[in-house]
């Protein structure tokens, strides 16, 4: 006899559950793809575990999932065989937020100001397990860990502040590894309790799965059968003189419940990338990654020799709502498999580098060991090879965006992910050859439009041997300031670098196509225009002025020039050679306050 516990919820649980019963009801079927995607990570883990302790796979059932449901009673049963919870993990997990999705989605509720974009946040993110409550009035847990000999229930409904647990007791009910999960369906969603309509479901949000996902359907098939041959024909036929005596039969339909496929469980980066078109793709990154938005690229690509592995590569429309993925750059947003095997999608810059973290993707390896750790993964030739290759399928990506007839898409994508490429810069020396075409800046020139350097360089004068840019704090300052007068008046176009990070990544890069940047706020810029007589006479001329000047001025200065790169203004701060730009300078000086 087990006795059932009562357990309050955690507050944010509370919170969280009367959102979704009472303000995202426009989009209740994603019930489905929540739980579903809960037993196939119950899935997962298991078998990831399996790879180490082969004692846990002793049951030898498959790994599938299973949907089952009772029409009539309005109900509908989840079952995996996958790794199941404890008591305690189902207070941790069923009680309480600290999973992923769930925290993220409650993260981003307190970031939007406005209610009403809680009823889209469904669509963008998983709001897990409670999603069951969109639909069931009561849900049900029957669930079997491998680390526990007793199978636990879990009981909830929806609109209450506590939950029970208690002991299987039910001999029907028990399984020998994984969970069960029934939902009790509220009047309003009954309908959801029809297999046709579960397995349309099953084909709009869970295609991708990978385990096997089998629905309780009936079926039919057609059979011959003999009939009695009604009398008065059996007459008319003997007075039309038939010497052969023929049967009659009749085709009905015989029906039978039974489990029946509803996905296609190939893996699709395993596809012929020639047979998936972008709406599977789209598709499949929108589940894969939590995403409500189509991705601006993809790339399904295999490689071979030295390292084997698949993997398709997504650039986001815009940024995760995770929000900074420079500060934080454990996204998620790699997931590894071995073998077909989910491995881990916990990296920390180890399968590619933190600035593209924002980069998403699966890769599949054939060389990795399955018990493949942490340690393992830090110090693997194989997978620096991979990393290699990943990155440079990915610029390959950005690349193509910025190609792209469209300039707006390349725009949309700078916007977003510009300072990323520009952390780069700083970070990613090796790289600098595939980044520096990447970025953009505006110009004195082009103060509308971003350029690239490319065409930065396209433009230059012919006797012009560096690139020129201006590091300022806006737009604004950028275009008023004394030291680009002589510039412009020959014309020589200078970029405008008015994000903080832009001078050091400038910087960096030192060069671009054997041209040096060349910042017009130094001293000594050398515009390729001296005239070294016209020059001796300004120094007599104003040789003792400056002098003065420097002598009124003391340590404030380190030294008083005559300048030939003013026209209109009469004197002008330049920074020395070797020093801080002004800009930086003030960069500094905002940090160590
Ligand atoms: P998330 O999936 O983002 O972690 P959920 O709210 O969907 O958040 O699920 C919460 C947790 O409950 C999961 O992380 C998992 O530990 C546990 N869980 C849910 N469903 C299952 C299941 N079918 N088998 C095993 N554990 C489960
Ligand atoms: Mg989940």
Redesign the pocket.
């Known amino acids: 006899p087990s006795v059932a516990e009562k357990y309050e919820y955690q507050a944010e649980v509370s919170r969280l559950m009367d959102l979704i019963v009472n303000s995202l009801y426009s989009n209740k079927e994603v019930f489905l793809r929540?739980?579903v995607?809960?037993?196939s990570?119950?899935l997962d883990k298991l078998r990831f575990l399996g790879v180490t302790n082969s004692e846990l796979l002793k049951d030898a059932i498959d790994f599938d999932i299973r949907i089952q449901t009772d029409k009539d009673n309005g109900i509908i049963n989840i079952i995996?065989s996958?790794?199941?919870?404890t008591r305690q993990?189902l207070i941790d997990?069923?009680g309480t937020i600290a999973?992923?999705?769930?925290a993220k989605f409650l993260k981003a509720l307190k970031d939007s100001k406005d209610a009403s974009a809680d009823s889209n946040l469904i669509g963008q993110f998983?709001?897990?397990?409670?999603s069951a409550f969109l639909v069931a009035d009561r849900v049900v847990v029957s669930?079997k860990s491998p680390k526990s000999d007793t199978q636990y229930v879990w009981e909830g409904e929806a609109n209450a502040s506590s939950y029970m647990i208690r002991e299987e007791t039910d001999p029907e009910k028990l399984i020998s590894r994984?969970?069960r999960?029934t939902l009790y369906l509220k009047h309003d969603s009954k309908g959801f309790a029809d297999p046709e309509r579960i397995q349309k479901l099953v084909k709009n949000y869970s295609q991708f799965v990978s385990f096997p996902i089998y629905i309780w359907q009936e079926k039919g098939y057609t059979k011959e059968v003999e009939v009695d041959e009604d009398p008065t024909e059996a007459k008319k036929e003997e007075q039309d003189n038939t010497t052969q005596k023929k049967k009659k039969t009749k085709t009905v339909v015989e029906r039978y419940w039974d489990w029946e496929l509803a996905n296609e469980t190939q893996p699709i980066w395993l596809r012929n990338p020639k047979e998936v078109s972008t709406e599977e793709y789209n598709e499949f990154y929108k589940l894969t990654f939590n995403e409500y938005l189509d991705p601006l690229a993809s790339s399904h690509f295999t490689t071979e020799g030295e390292v084997e592995f698949r993997s398709i590569l997504f650039i986001p429309a815009i940024p995760s709502t995770g929000k900074d993925d420079i500060v934080n750059p454990k996204t998620k947003n790699i997931r590894l498999y071995v073998k077909r095997v989910f491995i881990s999608d916990d990296f920390d810059g180890e399968l590619f580098p933190r600035y593209l973290s924002f980069v998403k993707g699966v890769v599949d390896s054939h060389d990795l060991p399955l018990n493949v750790s942490r340690e393992i993964l830090q110090e693997s030739r194989i997978v620096r090879i991979m990393r290699k290759r990943l990155v440079r399928k990915a610029f390959d990506m950005i690349l193509g965006i910025s190609m792209s007839e469209n300039r707006e898409d390349y725009e949309k994508f700078w916007e977003n992910f510009g300072k990323h490429l520009k952390l780069g810069c700083i970070e990613d020396r090796e790289n600098h050859k595939r980044l520096a075409p990447l970025l953009r800046f505006f110009s004195s020139q082009s103060e509308e439009e971003m350029i690239s350097l490319d065409e930065y360089v396209e433009n230059m004068k012919q006797e012009q041997k560096d690139i020129y840019y201006i590091a300022s704090d806006s737009l604004t300052s950028a275009k008023n300031t004394p030291f680009l007068e002589r510039l412009l008046e020959k014309d020589l176009e200078v970029l405008f670098l008015v994000d903080p990070i832009d001078e050091v990544a400038i910087q960096n890069l030192k060069e671009y196509k054997e041209k040096k940047f060349v910042d017009i706020s130094k001293e000594d810029l050398d515009l390729g225009d001296t005239n070294e007589e016209k020059d001796k006479a300004m120094k007599q001329e104003f040789g003792q002025t400056c002098d003065w000047i420097k002598k009124r001025l003391g340590d404030k200065v380190a030294s008083v020039q005559i300048s030939n790169r003013l026209s209109s203004s009469p004197c002008v701060l330049v920074s020395g050679k070797f020093g801080w730009s002004a800009n930086m300078e003030r960069l500094m000086k905002a940090q160590t306050v």
């Open positions: 929540e739980l995607s809960n037993a990570d119950a995996d996958g790794i199941g919870m993990e997990c069923l999973q992923s999705g769930t998983g709001v897990g397990f409670y669930t994984g969970t999960l």
